[in-house]
Structure formats: structure tokens, C-alpha cells
């Protein structure tokens, strides 16, 4: 008889064992991963004697269509290509296109009336470190602009209104007189922590 009742205690035990699988370890990953990329752009606007007549900081929204280029460059897909240029995105482009609204499902930024367009100057990558990511900066400055702008985005392309967008940005109006020049500092961060 207990022979009969143990049998029946181990079969009901592998029946129940088998009908639910295997057991799952269900232990988290210390190894964790957020990464993010953030931009931050400072412009500076100078009269013709050097001096500050307007500041914006403010930081930016990186588009889908920066998103997909950057995949396609790091992993160089097949297939449709999202990316038009497959060049650097170190242009910067400022205009007096805003209307107002922004969104990262735009495919490309507002429109934006180039007024100088100059390749930036790239510092040397900031490396990442237990604390942050990884950063780096790029300054243009626009020379004798005579516009009121409001807009910048970053680039691949030095044609006004072409190339991929990889960041993008309206801000308060800077009204610049035809001898009034304007600084650009765009900091891109790519953070792993």
C-alpha cells in the first residue's frame, strides 16, 4: 500500500514537473544597458564689434531619419538605404523656417533657409567614463548673416536644404544685422551607462 501511494505521489510530482517545462532561472542581469544619444546646441550671436548681442542653449531633438542613418552607417545594411549621403554629419545649417513644431517622426527637419553654410570644426572625442558617455563638439560660425534665425539643424550635406538631418532645433528668434556673426556649438553625447 505505500509502496502504491509513493508510486502515485512521484507520478503526480514528474506529471506537474513536465507539464509546466523546466525550471526558469529568473535572476536579472547585472549587466544592464540604457543608451541614448542627446545633443545640445549653444548659439552666440556677435555684432560687428565683437560684442554678445543675443544667446540661446537649449538642447535638441535628434530625428528618425538620424536614427536610421546612424544604423545603416555602423552596421552598413543591405537593402533599401534609409541614408541618401552615407557622409559625416558635421554641417550645420541655420535658417528663418520655423513654424513651430517639432516631432521626431519628422523625416526632415522644418525647412531651413541656409544663410552661410560652413563645414565645422570637430574637437576631438571626449572619451566616455563610468559617469557618461561619450561626446563630442562641433563649432561653425556664420559670418555676416543678415537674417533672423531660429532655427538650426545638423547634417550630411552643405547643400541648403539637402542631406540627412541628424539634429534638429528651434529656438527664440536672433535678429542679425548684415555685418552681425553668429557661433554655433553643437555637442552630441552617445551614452551607454
Known amino acids: 500500500m505505500n509502496v502504491v501511494l509513493l508510486g502515485a505521489v512521484i507520478a503526480i510530482g514528474l506529471g506537474a514537473f513536465f507539464a509546466y517545462g523546466l525550471p526558469l532561472d529568473r535572476t536579472a542581469s547585472t549587466l544592464t544597458s540604457n543608451a541614448y544619444m542627446t545633443g545640445h546646441v549653444t548659439l552666440t550671436a556677435y555684432d560687428e564689434n565683437g560684442n554678445v548681442k543675443a ?10 531619419k538620424g ?33 513651430g513644431s517639432t516631432a521626431e517622426t519628422d523625416v526632415n527637419p522644418l525647412p531651413i533657409t541656409c544663410t552661410t553654410s560652413l563645414n565645422a570644426t570637430t574637437s576631438a572625442v571626449t572619451a566616455a567614463a563610468a559617469a557618461g558617455g561619450s561626446s563630442t563638439l562641433l563649432t561653425t560660425a556664420f559670418l555676416n548673416v543678415g537674417a533672423n534665425i531660429d ?3 545638423l547634417k550630411d550635406s552643405v547643400g541648403c536644404g539637402n542631406g540627412n538631418p541628424l539634429a534638429y532645433q528651434q529656438f527664440t528668434e536672433i535678429p542679425l544685422g548684415a555685418n552681425d556673426d553668429l557661433t554655433v556649438e553643437w555637442t552630441i553625447t552617445i551614452d551607454g551607462n
Open 55 to 64: 544667446y540661446r542653449q537649449t538642447d535638441n531633438i535628434v530625428v528618425n
Open 67 to 99: 536614427d536610421d542613418c546612424m544604423a545603416d552607417l555602423i552596421f552598413q545594411t543591405t537593402g533599401t538605404d534609409p541614408c541618401t549621403q552615407q557622409q559625416l554629419f558635421d554641417v550645420v545649417h541655420i535658417g528663418t523656417g520655423s513654424d
Open 151 to 153: 532655427e538650426a539643424a
